[in-house]
């Protein structure tokens, strides 16, 4: 129904650099909370970052904790991951998801958009490899 669209995903040499976008698909992107959430082969789907734009406070996972850098551009309708110093084990389908509201800590509402979004789009495939 409420569509993001992601994009900017590919395949990258470990050590290398990408840049995701999330946009919205014929709506405003306005989310309070929105996040980054991906999902490899054989594994459970898991927060990568998120972010509240009323509480100016992020969340990074620790595996992805001072490589990943979420940010939007509300002018742009569009919300950002650039990712640094990529590894293997980052290869993954990437997608985005946002709540409306932030009620509680950026931490506990990236967890409750993990485990209430039903809604998921088509991701972006990521692909760290030699």
């Known amino acids: 129904q409420l569509q993001l669209v992601e994009s900017g995903g590919g395949l990258v040499q470990p050590g290398g650099s990408l840049r995701l976008s999330c946009a919205a698909s014929g709506f405003t992107l306005d989310y309070d909370v929105i996040g980054w959430f991906r999902q490899a082969p054989g594994k459970e789907r898991e927060g990568v970052s998120c972010?509240?734009?009323?509480?100016?406070?992020?969340y990074y996972a620790d595996s992805v904790k001072g490589r990943f850098t979420i940010s939007r551009d509300n002018a742009k309708n569009t919300v950002y991951l650039q990712m640094n110093n990529l590894k293997p084990e980052d290869t993954a389908v990437y997608y985005c998801?946002?709540?409306?509201?932030?009620?509680?800590?950026?931490?506990?509402?990236?967890?409750?958009?993990?485990?209430?979004?039903?809604?998921w789009g088509q991701g972006t495939q990521v692909t760290v490899s030699s």
């Open positions: 972010m509240s734009s009323s509480r100016g406070s992020t």
């Open positions: 998801a946002g709540e409306r509201w932030s009620w509680t800590t950026v931490q506990a509402m990236c967890v409750l958009t993990l485990r209430t979004r039903n809604d």
